[in-house]
């Protein structure tokens, strides 16, 4: 599998619980331009399935998940409006 897209802002969440990865996901996606990525570092297991369901509820593409070698994931979102 190839790297992803190289992400226009990173958000480390490592170590918060949800839901506080998806609050500073919404917080600061509107400071990227559209079409960007935001890539949300986080390792609370919740993190891997809320993420990409906050990304469909709010019509965000999900663009993948790639794991972190120190544990967590490496969660992508495509800012769309």
Same mark, same amino acid.
């Given at each position: 599998?190839? $790297? +992803?897209?190289?992400?226009? !802002?990173?958000?480390? $969440? !490592? #170590?918060?619980?949800?839901?506080?990865?998806?609050?500073?996901? +919404?917080?600061?996606?509107?400071?990227?331009?559209?079409? +960007?990525?935001? +890539?949300? !570092?986080?390792?609370?297991? $919740? $993190?891997?399935?809320?993420?990409?369901?906050?990304?469909? !509820?709010?019509?965000?593409?999900?663009? #993948?998940?790639?794991?972190?070698?120190? #544990? #967590?994931w490496s969660i992508h979102v495509r800012r769309n409006y």
């Open positions: 599998m190839t $790297a +992803a897209v190289q992400p226009a !802002l990173t958000i480390d $969440a !490592l #170590g918060k619980k949800c839901p506080i990865p998806i609050i500073m996901l +919404a917080e600061q996606i509107n400071f990227v331009p559209l079409n +960007a990525i935001v +890539a949300v !570092l986080a390792d609370d297991p $919740a $993190a891997f399935t809320d993420v990409p369901a906050w990304c469909r !509820l709010k019509s965000h593409p999900h663009v #993948g998940t790639y794991e972190l070698p120190q #544990g #967590g």
